[in-house]
């Protein structure tokens, strides 16, 4: 944000548009309604957001800090090169959502809805995924290492030159994951996929 940038205190419903290079903080927002806009450079800061829909949106290096986002939908939203800092996204629909060369840092997404998300070349610090939909989703060249994948579905995700080290994919659904097996060095998986992985490398485990 420039030196000009807007501050703003909201605890209403009275936002309605998102404009350039403004910073918003401290908002509670139910059911409003930013679906189409197009915007850059806009902060949210200590926010919570419930039933917000965002989808369609086209918001380049949108900044999020301490929010949380509670049955919002974001599908087929635009976020690129997004930051997203300390953000919980419970039961959101991501459908087709564009977070590519974005930064997450200390975030979870709860029970989403992501089929075919675009995660590409984005790079995740201390992230979390619980019991979400990532089928068909792309995260080829991301950065993911220590993320936790926990009971997701990643079929078909693909994860091509992706960093995986450290990825723990206990507990969720690999089938038809597209990753290079160089690439899976130091991923953590249990015996079911770790037999599965052996499949594909033409290894047979007895």
Known sequence: MDEESQICQETTRGLRRLKS?????????????????????????RSRLSGVSFARSCLEAFDLDQVSLESCDLA????????????????????????AEGLLKNCRFLSCEATMANFRGASFKKCRFVDCNLQGAD???????????ESCNLREAQMSFAKLEGVDFRTSAIEGLRVGIESLRGAVVDLSQAAYLAGLMGLKVM
Not at 21 to 45: P, Y
Not at 141 to 148: E, F
């Open 21 to 45: 290079e403004t910073n918003w903080d401290a908002l509670t927002l139910e059911k409003s309604d930013f679906s189409g806009q197009r915007a850059v450079m806009v902060g949210l800061s």
């Open 76 to 99: 087929n939203a635009s976020w690129e090169k997004a930051r997203l800092v300390k953000v919980e996204a419970r039961e959101c629909r991501l459908t087709g959502v564009n977070l």
């Open 139 to 149: 995260f080829q060249h991301a950065d993911l290492r220590g993320t936790v994948f």
